[in-house]
């Protein structure tokens, strides 16, 4: 190989490498959904928002609210019956504050304001998943999304152009044109 291209291929390679890393890396879920954030609600809102969320490890739940509110994290006990006197695990007061998930596991939080959790519905349940139990599928496997469905916002990154096997088809082929 030409001396002179080594420094090109090597960069490729560098980038294609942080690429693979890029897949697999921290999605922000924005609790209730963006037109939605940290509100009063309607019972199971929260709860059901969550359940249609790949929450992962590593991921972050970002809070943001207008208003008076705050976020508590609780037992999924208490966070079920509201009982926002018990055992208070971590407690955050500033809008739009992101609570890293370090482990697995099922995870209370409610507003402690008034009745909010209560009457408000602000209580929510949500089962966070180890990382890297069901890696994206390689693109020439994932059927075509129905019409309409095409960059919905608010769902996590499932492009096929991160998946590993893409990066390392691109990899060849411009390590390919260097060479010649
Ligand atoms: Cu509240």
Not at 123 to 149: D, I, L, Q, Y
Request: with cysteine; charged share 10%; net charge negative.
């Amino acid at each position: 190989m030409d001396d002179g291209k080594r420094p090109l291929l090597l960069a490729v390679v560098l980038i294609s490498i942080a690429g693979l890393f890029q897949t697999a890396s921290a999605v922000e879920h924005i609790v209730g959904g963006e037109g939605h954030g940290w509100a009063l609600a309607t019972e199971n809102y929260f709860d059901n928002w969550a359940a249609g969320q790949d929450i992962r490890v590593g991921d972050t739940l970002k809070f943001t609210w207008s208003g008076t509110h705050d976020v508590v994290q609780l037992s999924t006990a208490d966070t079920q019956a509201c009982n926002v006197v018990g055992n208070k695990f971590n407690k955050w007061t500033s809008p739009g504050v992101s609570v890293p998930l370090q482990t697995a596991g099922t995870f209370g939080y409610v507003c402690s304001i008034g009745t909010h959790c209560n009457d408000g519905s602000m209580r929510m349940t949500v089962t966070v998943k180890a990382t890297g139990n069901s890696p994206p599928a390689p693109f020439w496997e994932t059927s075509p999304p129905p019409p309409g469905s095409v960059f919905t916002p608010g769902t996590s990154s499932d492009s096929s152009f991160g998946s590993p096997p893409f990066i390392v088809a691109l990899v060849v082929a411009i390590a390919t044109l260097i060479v010649e």
